[in-house]
T-cell receptor, first 113, second 115 residues
Framework: GESVGLHLPTLSVQEGDNSIINCAYSNSASDYFIWYKQESGKGPQFIIDIRSNMDKRQGQRVTVLLNKTVKHLSLQIAATQPGDSAVYFCAENKNNQGGKLIFGQGTELSVKP | DTGVSQDPRHKITKRGQNVTFRCDPISEHNRLYWYRQTLGQGPEFLTYFQNEAQLEKSRLLSDRFSAERPKGSFSTLEIQRTEQGDSAMYLC???WGLGPNQPQHFGDGTRLSIL
């Protein structure tokens, strides 16, 4: 079935290193992708989005890469900080399905000082 | 704070009782969404509104669930005759625009526990 999934459930990195969180999606009709950060007890926090007509987008310390050929999405966090520790979700939207976002299971990022 | 606001933050109730949650979206946002999230999982879509019109409902939204957005501003989600399986975090999100490809901004949710 259609799904958005993450390759790794947990990721542990050293403070100051770069982090890469990966996501696979199965539906080539998806045309919009979002990364969220969720801390314990809080709602998902928007990080960055990308549309299917782009393959890269940069924000502050974050970069999202989209590879439509292999249906792969990644989030790169530069100079990871302890405050980046959280669960990260990718989500997709298909234009013919209104506003519904389909989320993956999530990757827990742990930053060691 | 001008973000999405949800009330209450926590709700504990006995099985069979009715519960109602409220969501106040970001003021200029015309779209409002409800999701449900269980431990260790990503949020699952329940329903969404554009202004006061409910445009889509998930099959997860059984007959016991009803959502309203009567004036196109705040929204309520009611669960009747609650069951153990309803225990979850209920998240509300809002966005602006007529097209679907706009970032949705989430509130901190209402955590429902069924005894």
């Amino acid at each position: 079935g259609e799904s958005v999934g993450l390759h790794l459930p947990t990721l542990s990195v050293q403070e100051g290193d770069n982090s890469i969180i990966n996501c696979a999606y199965s539906n080539s009709a998806s045309d919009y992708f979002i990364w969220y950060k969720q801390e314990s007890g809080k709602g998902p926090q928007f990080i960055i989005d990308i549309r299917s007509n782009m393959d890269k987008r940069q924000g502050q310390r974050v970069t999202v890469l989209l590879n439509k050929t292999v249906k792969h999405l990644s989030l790169q966090i530069a100079a990871t900080q302890p405050g980046d520790s959280a669960v990260y979700f990718c989500a997709e939207n298909k234009n013919n399905q209104g506003g519904k976002l389909i989320f993956g299971q999530g990757t827990e990022l742990s930053v060691k000082p | 704070d001008t973000g999405v606001s949800q009330d209450p933050r926590h709700k504990i109730t006995k099985r069979g009782q009715n519960v109602t949650f409220r969501c106040d979206p970001i003021s200029e946002h015309n779209r409002l969404y409800w999701y449900r999230q269980t431990l260790g999982q990503g949020p699952e879509f329940l329903t969404y509104f554009q202004n006061e019109a409910q445009l889509e409902k998930s099959r997860l939204l059984s007959d016991r669930f009803s959502a309203e957005r009567p004036k196109g501003s705040f929204s309520t989600l009611e669960i009747q005759r609650t069951e153990q399986g309803d225990s979850a975090m209920y998240l509300c999100a809002s966005s602006w625009g007529l097209g679907p490809n706009q970032p949705q901004h989430f509130g901190d949710g209402t955590r429902l526990s069924i005894l």
